[in-house]
């Protein structure tokens, strides 16, 4: 017989005995606890959102942030700048005009089901916690309210002194984006443009040839990229 999983408050009971950093908690023992294939929070930052939480082992989940990230449109976008929750209990009933871009690719993914709450105290908010089911259908009441809970508590660890920090060390949350930024910089010199528009030519270039936006930055750091000849 297997054990029980913990539930959501047991969880975050454990983790504030220690460090109070937002790496105390683990993504796969919280979604485990929720019913959920995954969780991930991106936090607010002026090129759009940063992955700053997830588990390693979830590839669907970060590969969903990165497309979001690269066609600037979907859930977790929505429910940061509403600040209101988005509940997307079955891709495939969305009607294609809500998010024309990434629709189609995202449909590729084992994704079929997203949940996302904004994270936010008062005016200020944050970033967004979103869930993942690799299955349809809506969260249970119970359910609902320990994503809340998480919810609330990812926000007020985030607002304290360490909540940014990586548990143990003296530096911050790794990003799953610091290639992409590195590689932004490098080709807004190249190309002398500024970041931003940099940053739009990468994107744009992932999207039209349909690759990981991480691989062109890869390709760009390490001078395997064609994109500065590229008008796209």
Do not use: K
């Not at 002026?46 to 939480?53: F, K, M, P, R």
């Not at 949940?115 to 969260?139: A, E, F, K, N, S």
């Amino acid at each position: 017989m297997s054990a029980a999983v913990p539930d959501v408050m047991t969880l975050l009971a454990t983790a504030s005995q220690g460090p109070q950093g937002l790496s105390a908690l683990q993504p796969a023992q919280f979604a485990a606890a929720l019913d959920l294939d995954g969780l991930i929070i991106s936090l607010s930052n002026s090129s759009g959102l940063e992955l700053v939480w997830s588990d390693p082992s979830d590839a669907t989940g970060t590969a969903v942030e990165d497309l979001q990230y690269t066609l600037g449109e979907g859930p977790s976008l929505d429910a940061v700048r509403t600040g209101e929750q988005v509940m997307v209990p079955d891709l495939r009933a969305v009607p294609a005009h809500q998010w024309p871009a990434l629709l189609p690719p995202l449909l590729e993914h084992p994704v079929r089901a997203l949940y996302v709450m904004p994270l936010q105290l008062g005016v200020i908010r944050l970033g967004c916690l979103t869930g993942r089911r690799d299955r349809p259908g809506p969260l249970t009441r119970d359910q609902m309210s320990d994503v809340l809970i998480l919810a609330e508590a990812a926000t007020l660890m985030l607002l304290s002194p360490d909540g940014a920090r990586d548990v143990g060390s003296e530096g911050p949350l790794p990003l799953h984006r610091a290639l992409l930024h590195q590689a932004v910089g490098v080709l807004s010199v190249r190309l002398d443009v500024p970041v931003d528009e940099a940053l739009a030519r990468l994107r744009a270039y992932a999207f039209t040839h349909e690759r990981p936006i991480l691989e062109v930055a890869d390709d760009v750091l390490n001078g395997r990229s064609r994109l500065e000849n590229s008008s796209s």
